[in-house]
């Protein structure tokens, strides 16, 4: 039958074909190169996924670290007052006895204008009566001072830590207010009166103006009932929200896993601007600092990176379809030298499977007999328990009218693995060596060796009943004879080749026609 498809044969034909053979030649080049230009597609989307992974981890790093600057200075404009307070209340302790209200030591004057940025200093009485205030020339303290909470938290707390309320405002459109309290202790320890100061929330402004949270970033100070203290900036409504508790639920569930510290995703972020938002409570005061920058923001100088990394995959892309091609023109010129390199190979090594095992039988050869008796001898002396080998040397077959295969055959010695892997335990190994040769290794026969020593005769009993039995089918070659050797060891510093040369030279002493039955012989075991 003529062959369409060649050009020689039919000249007239060859036109018409050769353009599908170039379209058929150019169809594995072609799957290769989209193949590997998908491949590099995702390798660039995994990268700017991974690239864009690890930059929010650093916006977070980012944020975190400025909370922390925030915390420190917020902290030590506290602190400040707080050690002035107690100075206060240690000098007016005395100033309370007096009862003109107008009068003060010249020492808290002093001390007070050291602090312009805190507003009416006020001393009470230990009946809530308000004893003085600073400047003198200020309106008095509005109403009574038992009446105030931080009087009342400041009587019931006998550790005189400060105390801070607020935000509040004494009178309708006045500043917003800190309240600062410390209780004051007489000689004897007992409740004496109170001092206290009010911070204006403005002076958060000179201390959080150094820090730079972006175009969008907010920073807000509240109490620890999330009550709004300070924003930066503030909202468009501009200070109506202070002293309300609407903080965003994200920031609740945060605070209840974690009230130290932590950050969080706000869905309902405004704008729809995606956010980096962490919190931290501030050093030993009850006040909450949150910090949210906007994620776009901090990212944008990142997109610089992201699109050069696009072009790269890009050209590399063109320069794998350029290569694809060459390679491709190469290819149809070297495939068949290169395939029988590859089958030449291929057949010129064995496989692993042939140094391992018997071709034959598929049993363990004397590699890896030998590497599982070096394993064994480990476990034997890591357990201290005895363990055996069992070397098998086929006699000479008796056929039973079988002239296809000689004595001695390959069936006779499958038939006889197969004999041996059923009377076998399944932790036991089974290995042949040679023609009639074949190898037993038993572990984990005891610890004691008159016990060790029954077992092996019985399994030893049980191999001869099993080689005694008689050929299911007429005209197999019944199995001969077979001459049995042990060598019992417990650990044994000997080497697997000597273990195993011991157990032959007494497979070669006991001649099967000398075995008795039940009869056992064996050279005496190893105890290490």
């Known amino acids: 039958m003529p062959n369409h498809a060649d050009p020689v044969a039919h000249p007239a034909a060859a036109p018409a074909n050769a353009p599908a053979r170039r379209l058929t030649g150019l169809w594995p080049p072609t799957l290769a190169w989209l193949a590997a230009a998908s491949m590099l597609v995702l390798l660039a989307a995994a990268l700017v996924w991974q690239v864009r992974v690890h930059q929010h981890g650093q916006a977070v790093a980012t944020a975190h670290n400025l909370a922390r600057q925030l915390d420190a200075q917020a902290a030590a404009a506290l602190m400040q007052a707080d050690l002035l307070l107690q100075t206060v209340a240690l000098m007016g302790r005395d100033a309370t006895a007096h009862e003109a209200a107008d009068t003060a030591p010249a020492a808290l004057r002093a001390l007070a204008a050291t602090a312009p940025d805190l507003l009416q200093w006020r001393l009470a009485d230990a009946d809530g009566r308000w004893r003085l205030w600073l400047p003198t020339d200020a309106a008095g303290p509005p109403g009574h001072a038992a009446e105030r909470e931080e009087f009342q938290r400041a009587r019931a707390d006998s550790h005189g830590g400060l105390i801070v309320t607020g935000p509040l405002r004494h009178h309708a459109?006045?500043?917003?207010?800190?309240?600062?309290?410390?209780?004051?202790?007489?000689?004897?320890?007992?409740?004496?009166?109170?001092?206290?100061?009010?911070?204006?929330?403005?002076?958060?402004?000179?201390?959080?103006?150094?820090?730079?949270?972006?175009?969008?970033?907010?920073?807000?100070?509240?109490?620890?009932?999330?009550?709004?203290?300070?924003?930066?900036?503030?909202?468009?409504?501009?200070?109506?929200?202070?002293?309300?508790?609407?903080?965003?639920?994200?920031?609740?569930?945060?605070?209840?896993?974690?009230?130290?510290?932590?950050?969080?995703?706000?869905?309902?972020?405004?704008?729809?601007?995606?956010?980096?938002?962490?919190?931290?409570?501030?050093?030993?005061?009850?006040?909450?600092?949150?910090?949210?920058?906007?994620?776009?923001?901090?990212?944008?100088?990142?997109?610089?990176?992201?699109?050069?990394?696009?072009?790269?995959?890009?050209?590399?892309?063109?320069?794998?379809?350029?290569?694809?091609?060459?390679?491709?023109?190469?290819?149809?010129?070297?495939?068949?030298?290169?395939?029988?390199?590859s089958l030449t190979n291929a057949l010129a090594e064995p496989p692993r499977q042939w140094a391992w095992h018997d071709a034959l039988t598929a049993l363990p050869s004397r590699a890896l007999l030998l590497d599982r008796l070096t394993h064994a001898q480990q476990t034997s002396r890591r357990l201290g328990t005895h363990a055996a080998l069992l070397v098998l040397a086929l006699a000479p077959a008796e056929p039973q009218g079988d002239p296809q295969h000689p004595a001695g055959n390959d069936p006779q010695r499958v038939r006889l693995a197969q004999r041996l892997l059923a009377a076998m335990r399944a932790t036991d190994t089974v290995a042949r060596l040679g023609d009639d040769h074949f190898v037993l290794l038993c572990e984990h026969l005891g610890a004691d060796a008159a016990l060790a020593t029954a077992q092996l005769a019985a399994l030893d009993a049980k191999i001869t009943a099993a080689l005694a039995r008689p050929e299911p089918q007429p005209g197999h070659t019944r199995l001969g004879p077979v001459a049995i050797g042990h060598r019992l060891f417990k650990g044994s510093a000997d080497s697997p080749e000597q273990l195993l040369a011991d157990a032959e030279a007494a497979a070669r002493r006991h001649h099967p026609q000398q075995r008795q039955p039940g009869a056992f012989f064996d050279d005496e075991p190893d105890e290490d």
Do not use: C
């Open 173 to 341: 459109g006045g500043h917003w207010l800190l309240v600062l309290s410390r209780a004051m202790h007489g000689a004897d320890g007992r409740f004496a009166g109170l001092a206290s100061v009010d911070l204006p929330v403005a002076r958060f402004d000179a201390l959080f103006s150094a820090i730079d949270a972006g175009e969008l970033g907010t920073v807000t100070l509240r109490t620890d009932t999330l009550a709004l203290v300070y924003r930066r900036p503030w909202p468009q409504a501009g200070q109506a929200a202070v002293g309300r508790s609407d903080a965003p639920p994200a920031l609740r569930e945060a605070l209840a896993s974690n009230p130290l510290a932590g950050d969080f995703d706000d869905a309902a972020a405004p704008h729809g601007v995606a956010r980096v938002n962490v919190y931290r409570k501030l050093q030993d005061y009850p006040l909450l600092l949150q910090l949210d920058v906007s994620q776009d923001e901090f990212l944008r100088r990142w997109t610089a990176l992201e699109t050069t990394l696009l072009a790269l995959a890009a050209a590399a892309l063109g320069l794998m379809l350029l290569a694809t091609w060459q390679q491709h023109r190469a290819q149809r010129r070297d495939l068949a030298r290169t395939l029988a390199e």
